[in-house]
């Protein structure tokens, strides 16, 4: 008998990568520790030239498939070139490196990942002309005249359960059509995986309903939410003593324009300093501050001990990426390097 298999990539769309996927059908006596690599036409993913193009999938990550069911599976891959280096797309192996390094430090990150609904071109719960009533009575709504999605939500929420995502919950946003999920706290690596997958499975849930979902950072134009991931970090110090939390929060301030360019394209047209955020050209952080760049959330500040937000990332930014960078700004300093 055999099994499918789910390969599962990042492609090289710039400038926001997307997901790829295809079936790969597989002996039943072939572990999931010893799946095979694969290859892809990297040509159409702008990940190679036309006429060199194999690129090379390894998997790194392997999920129960809640859609298909039984004994398939989602694998999450990292795409390789042919002589087995990572590709430069390839922001896994980067970010692995360095969570490695600082392994003593135990980074744990929760995402926020915000994202909208789309159907017919629109928001949805966007009317054909015009615009909804202002926003006000959204956020983590009821009733039918304030949810829009729930069905598609409640789905994808089961479905990363079964598959055996650390989703931590869900809520509904600002902006009709608007949602959020949070995957974690893990560490830097398995935090990306996760949400990479959470991503997938999102996108091929809404599927099933005729719906699209976008991680677009400003869906609509206005005065409308932007969407974000907001990055919720600690390292073992931070969870035990509250300097090293300052320590965090003054360590991001000393890399603050490096951070906002890792963080998302277009982050600029979201971090306006209206709508929660802080302007992207001024760093600031505060307890409970949701207008400062990095919130120390309320408890933290009573407990003296726990984690810290960086509020600015945008909905659409790689979690490879953005943890990496944060891990490698906070432990640095730490390490006194
Ligand atoms: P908000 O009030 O900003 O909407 P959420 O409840 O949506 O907060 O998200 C909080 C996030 O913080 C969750 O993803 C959770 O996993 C994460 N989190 C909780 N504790 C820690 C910790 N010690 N280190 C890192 N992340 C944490
Ligand atoms: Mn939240
Ligand atoms: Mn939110
Ligand atoms: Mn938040």
Redesign the pocket.
Known sequence: MVYKAEYIWIDGTEPTARLRSKTKIVKDDVAHADLPIWGFDGSSTNQAPGDNSDCVLRPVAVFPDPIRGGEDILVMCEVLLIDMTPHPTNTRAKTAVIAEKYAAMDT?????QEYTFFKDGRPLGFPVNGYPAPQGFYYCGVGADEVFGRDVVEAHLQACIDAGIEI??I?AEVMPGQW?F????IGPVDVGDHLWMARWLLYRIAEEFGITATVDPKPVKGDWNGAGC?T???TKAM?ENYDAVIAACEALGTKAEAHVKAYGAGIEDRLTGAHETAPWTEYSYGVSNRGASVRIPWQVAIDKK??I?DRRPNANMDPYVVCGLITDTICSAAAGQ
């Open positions: 744990w990150f929760g995402i926020e931590s919950g809520n959020e949070q995957v974690g706290p907001h919720n970090v600690s969870r726990g984690y937000e």
